[in-house]
């Protein structure tokens, strides 16, 4: 069984369902966090929703994504089967709005996330990259999640710090791009400083 915790935002109610949909029948509890308060910071959220639940895993998944069936179950048997791993990470594809495909994700082709590459790296894997579908053994991600609160990108953090990943083959998420997801809001300048704080970790 795995924690999932599911950040809902108002500016994607339109997804919401379809969200929802996609985790029906998965081997998962899911966790409702609220994102629609003034003061709302996405590190202190996750730190919120990654200490829910007992499950010996955790996941996290925005509301305006989709999640491919089977996803989780293949992510677990990875994990029970490599007591050394962290977490895994499956591929995952860009869809537009209306769920039609833009682009393979950074984990198949990293070239169209330059400003980004510096956060997305799998640690201890020179070359390789990774985004969702994160599950992680909690275990390894409890220590630091103190260190996520008012952090604006804070997964690269948590990864950096939990230990080894390994990727699971095949495509486990669809991740929606447009105009009020939370990568558009970003600049490079605060991409590049968060780089900058990650080095220092």
Request: proline content about 8%.
């Amino acid at each position: 069984m795995i924690d999932v915790h599911v950040l809902h935002t108002p500016t994607h109610r339109r997804w919401h369902e379809e969200c929802r949909a996609s985790l029906q029948g998965a081997p998962i509890r899911v966790h409702a966090i609220d994102g629609s308060a003034p003061d709302f910071c996405l590190g202190t959220a996750r730190a919120q929703g990654f200490s829910l639940g007992s499950s010996e895993f955790v996941s996290y998944v925005d509301d305006d994504d989709v999640v491919v069936p089977f996803a989780f179950e293949k992510c677990l048997r990875v994990l029970r089967g490599s007591p050394e791993l962290a977490g895994v990470y499956t591929d995952e594809i860009l869809v537009d709005e209306i769920g039609g495909f833009v682009s393979p994700g950074v984990s198949i082709d990293p070239a169209p996330f330059v400003d980004w590459l510096p956060l997305l790296r799998v640690p201890g894997q020179p070359g390789q990259f990774m985004h969702h579908l994160v599950v992680f053994r909690r275990a390894a991600i409890e220590p630091h999640l103190k260190g996520m609160e008012g952090r604006r990108i804070p997964e690269p953090y948590l990864i950096a710090k939990a230990g080894s990943f390994a990727r699971v083959p095949g495509v486990g998420y669809f991740w929606r791009i447009h105009p009020r997801n939370t990568f558009s809001g970003f600049s490079r300048e605060e991409i590049a400083t968060a780089a900058a704080e990650l080095e220092r970790c």
